[in-house]
């Protein structure tokens, strides 16, 4: 019973003696976390605007017949360039130049009977004076005079109008430019006016690209350029072809559509390009880049280090003096490649946390190393002794 009672007092002191050594080993601080930021700077920058866009000839010209007759010939070469005036078809002649020579002959016959009527109107006036004649016969006479005198007017216009008709004969270019396929061939009936076109030319130099902007884009780039540093750009454009490559010549935007598309809310605008070579034609899909403002203090970060929240806005972390992540709100204006403009809630000289933002949260303490972004978007350590860098691993 003795020894029941001093092995018991031996564990109690064992396990009171163990306690007393864990209380005295004393807690591990919480382990500082390692992330990557960039410091803010300003630098000129041109804020170019990337839209897509179409090619539509700077001026367009549907052929129609302006008289009915019969396709006698062609007299062009279908996508050949044709000249303002060209003659392009000819409609058989006949019948118009048949009634060109009665109008003609009409007229001759009038300026006949005015003569006569004119001889006899002088002769009753004068017979008038002696009462040789009545004065309804003398007013007669006048009357006639004056009939055939309108009648003349009356055939010249007629005889116009032939020679209108036999000219319209002659189906001619209305403007300059390259000419299309023909719809209709030699010995095809066609209408004054008709419907169908018998093709269409087009002028592609110099040609039109027209783009599409957003209403708020639009928007964004005047609050921009209200602020102080934000010149306007230049009017030059650059164009990207279906095939990936840069067509060589500048365009320069011309115009702006006065009013927003109520069903894509976007607006039209429109450049023009020097087309020497043909190589842009209509319909074609291109992209263009545009010049629209250049900033010279302006703020770009990577977008890694820009989040979004529930609602959609912006928010970044940046670590202060005391090496704490603090969170703040950002206006971003335009993605350009892999970074953000900033419109404001960024300074230049912040230390904006670009990776390790999942291990942290605001208040975080943190330790930090410096990097700097390359063109390719990867971030890399800034040495500062050496002024060299070395590739960071890492990622957000």
């Known amino acids: 019973m003795k020894d029941s009672i001093t092995t018991g007092g031996l564990v109690l002191f064992a396990i009171l003696l163990s306690g ?12 500082v976390t390692a992330v990557s930021y960039i410091t803010v700077a300003t630098t000129a920058y041109n804020i170019d605007t990337k839209m897509q866009g179409r090619v539509v000839a700077s001026l367009s010209a549907e052929v129609r017949p302006q008289v009915g007759g019969i396709i006698q010939m062609r007299s062009f070469v279908e996508g050949n360039q044709v000249k303002q005036g060209d003659v392009l078809y000819q409609i058989e002649p006949a019948t118009f130049q048949s009634a060109f020579n009665e109008a003609k002959a009409n007229l001759n016959s009038a300026k006949a009977s ?6 006899k ?16 016969d003398a007013d007669d006479a006048h009357a006639t005079y004056l009939e055939a005198k309108a009648d003349i007017e ?17 189906v001619k270019a209305p403007i300059s430019g390259r000419i299309g396929i023909s719809g ?4 095809a009936l066609v209408t004054a006016s008709q419907a169908t076109a018998l093709s269409t030319i087009r002028k592609l130099d110099p040609i039109y690209v027209d783009m599409t902007k957003s209403s708020t884009e639009i928007l964004k780039l005047r609050q ?15 164009l990207i072809l279906e095939d990936g490559s840069e067509y060589n010549l500048k365009g320069q935007l011309k115009m702006q559509e006065v009013s927003v598309d109520a069903s894509t809310g976007a607006v039209t605008l429109r450049a023009e390009f020097p087309n020497p070579d043909g190589v ?3 319909g074609m899909f291109v992209r263009t880049q545009v010049n629209e403002a250049v900033d010279d203090n302006a703020i770009l970060v990577p977008q890694q280090g820009i989040y979004h929240n529930a609602a959609g806005d912006a928010y970044a972390y940046v670590i202060d003096e005391s090496n704490k992540v603090q969170s703040r709100v950002v206006q971003t204006l335009n993605a350009i490649d892999n970074q953000w403009l900033i419109g404001t809630g960024l300074n230049a000289g912040d230390k904006l946390l670009v990776e390790g933002s999942s291990k942290v949260r605001p208040g975080s303490e943190v330790k930090t190393v410096e990097v700097k972004m390359r063109t390719s978007g990867e971030m890399v350590s800034v040495d500062k002794q050496s002024n060299t860098s070395a590739p960071m691993q890492g990622g957000v």
């Open 184 to 187: 209709v061939t030699p010995g």
């Open 224 to 238: 921009l350029l209200a602020k102080s540093g934000i010149k306007k750009g230049s009017t030059d454009v650059s």
């Open 121 to 136: 109107d002088q002769r009753f006036a004068n017979l008038l004076k002696f009462e040789g004649v009545s004065q309804q």
């Open 114 to 119: 005015v003569e006569t009527a004119k001889l």
């Open 154 to 170: 009356r055939f010249e216009s007629a005889l116009e109008t032939a020679r209108i008709n036999l000219e319209f004969t002659q």
């Open 20 to 31: 007393c050594q864990q209380e005295s080993v004393p807690e591990r601080a919480a382990p």
């Open 280 to 282: 842009l034609l209509p």
